[in-house]
């Protein structure tokens, strides 16, 4: 009779206790869940768009029984890759121009621009990529051929970093920049007294006010461009480093309506107007959109030779770069954003601008904790300066800047400045973290290149040989973090993503290797074979 009772029982318990349903139990699988013990997990179960139980034992089942299961036949899943700095919305109007990324000559260049214009005519044409420092004859391009094949067309071409561009003479005359024209926050390049056709920086904003905008056709089938390029690649958060507000307002209704599913935190670019209206209206958030942050420029590019410098170049004397937003509206602009509830992001290459920068987030912070301002690139750092990263300023950085950078970095740098160059580890042993990105378009979208830069700090050819300025790489687990939770605390979310745990949501990828274990010389070919956003397939 007690036997009996007993399974009465057992069967009564069952019946009033039965198991919840989830949308998907995943199982078999190698999963680094990037939490605050960086532990391991073999099987987690995903209802209504996040993570509800991460175990490392079948005892998921024990509580769940799900709608759908997936075997991950052993293969790892990391959480879904954030870019901590990247240019989304630029990469798919990318698609829509010449792509002139890895041309090799100025002749390759013009072959291109040519052929897309046969197959694409245009009033206006645009192309970007190209990057003087990968030719053989390593100088800025004139417009001379330019202005022979397209006299009356105006051309654009954007230099890789987009803190240059090439323009021919009808461009020219539509901007009104002539040899009189005074540069400021950059410089109008001449040559022989003659204008090149190379402007780089603050000049460039008098060709983009005659630029005719893309339409809103345009608009969406870049938005749409960009997100398949990145799912591709098992990137599930994006930190577009500059945006407008209607760019912004746009990503919102494609959000909205379910026609973009790419999570997007959204640095407003520092314009009189975006500042007005953003800073006054506060912190937009939903669970696809974070806006809460201003985009500043502090300076140029160091590929260009815009960045700004303590001392002159060492390829160039007697230049210095130059500042794009002055040093007393740096501070200011620090001062006004302090005020509200935004972060201010700012570009900072040269040494120069990054001690403007990190004195008048210094001085703007002072009794305001944890607001998480950030330097974006933070490239070139005096050695007395990193002390400023021990005060919660965090050095959002992009590895593959270094593996691109280093043939040349030296030329523009010296020796002994190099040495406070890329300095990631040093970087983050005084931060405590570090976000890591991209700058895409400016390099290459897949974050397997970021880690692989980051651990090995070599090129994919295997360049140098024992790594370059090892000092300074991270760890794989360093490098992870950068790529998810750090990312994500860098933008107030590492309460909802970044990590695969319990309440969060439920972004993550299956690779095709462990990238935590495969050889270093294999990351670069990983692939992101799934991709789950909100638990939703996406790729």
Not at 43 to 54: E, P
Not at 183 to 194: F, N, P, Y
Not at 210 to 236: M, S
Not at 386 to 405: C, E, K, V
Request: aromatic letters at 10%.
């Amino acid at each position: 009779m007690k036997k009996y009772t007993l399974l009465f029982s057992i069967g009564f318990f069952l019946a009033c206790n039965p198991k919840e349903e989830v949308d998907l139990i995943v199982h078999n699988a190698n999963i680094y869940t990037v939490d605050g013990d960086f532990s391991k997990a073999s099987y987690m179960a995903i209802k209504d768009g996040k993570f509800v139980a991460v175990t490392e034992t079948e005892e998921i089942y024990q509580k769940y029984t799900a709608k759908v299961e997936l075997d991950a036949k052993g293969k790892t899943i990391v959480p879904g890759f954030i870019d901590a700095h990247c240019h989304f919305y630029a990469l798919g109007l990318n698609q829509q121009v010449v792509d002139l990324v890895g041309t090799t000559s100025f002749e390759e260049i013009l072959d291109k621009v040519m052929a897309f214009q046969k197959e694409r005519p245009s009033d206006f044409i645009f192309g970007r990529g190209w990057d003087q420092n990968d030719w053989e004859v390593k100088e800025f391009p004139t417009k001379d051929k330019l202005d022979e094949m397209f006299p009356d067309t105006p051309v654009v071409l954007r230099r890789i970093d987009g803190h240059a561009i090439l323009v021919n003479q009808k461009t020219l005359d539509l901007a009104g920049i002539t040899l009189e024209t005074k540069a400021v926050g950059g410089d109008i390049i001449k040559k022989d007294g003659k204008l090149t056709g190379i402007l780089v920086d603050g000049p460039m904003g008098m060709v983009d006010a005659i630029t005719p905008q893309p339409d809103r056709k345009t608009q969406i089938q870049a938005l749409k461009d960009a997100e398949r390029l990145c799912f591709g690649y098992g990137l599930t958060t994006v930190d577009d480093a500059g945006l407008g507000r209607g760019t912004i307002e746009l990503i919102d209704s494609l959000q909205q309506v379910g026609d973009l599913s790419i999570r997007v935190y959204a640095m407003v670019s520092s314009s009189p107007d975006n500042l007005d209206y953003f800073l006054n209206k506060g912190i937009i958030k939903t669970d696809n959109l974070n806006v809460r942050s201003v985009k500043v420029y502090g300076d140029g590019a160091l590929g260009s030779r815009g960045a700004a410098l303590r001392e002159p170049y060492s390829d160039q004397p007697g230049h210095y770069g130059a500042m794009v937003t002055p040093v007393d509206q740096i501070g200011a602009l620090a001062e006004r954003i302090a005020l509200s509830d935004y972060q201010m992001n700012t570009h900072a290459i040269g040494d120069s601008a990054n001690v403007v920068v990190l004195r008048a987030y210094e001085k703007a912070l002072e009794g305001k904790p944890n607001r998480r301002w950030k330097v974006e690139h933070a490239q070139v750092i005096s050695p007395a300066d990193f002390d400023y990263f021990s005060n919660g300023i965090i050095p959002s950085i992009q590895p593959t800047h270094a593996t691109s950078d280093m043939y040349w970095a030296e030329d523009r740098l010296g020796s002994d400045r190099v040495k406070g160059a890329y300095a990631f580890k040093e970087l983050l042993d005084k931060a405590g973290t570090v976000a890591l990105g991209t700058d895409f378009p400016v390099e290459q979208v897949s974050p397997f290149l970021t880690f692989y830069a980051a651990v090995a700090r070599k090129d994919v050819n295997n360049y140098p040989e024992g790594g370059y300025q090892m000092e300074n790489a991270l760890s794989r687990e360093e490098t992870l973090k950068g790529m998810t939770i750090w990312a994500a605390h860098s933008n107030f979310e590492e309460q909802e993503k970044g990590s695969i745990e319990p309440g969060k949501f439920a972004d993550f990828v299956i690779l095709s290797e462990d990238i935590m274990s495969v050889p270093i010389e294999n990351v670069p070919n990983i692939e992101a074979e799934q991709v789950f956003v909100g638990g939703v397939q996406v790729k």
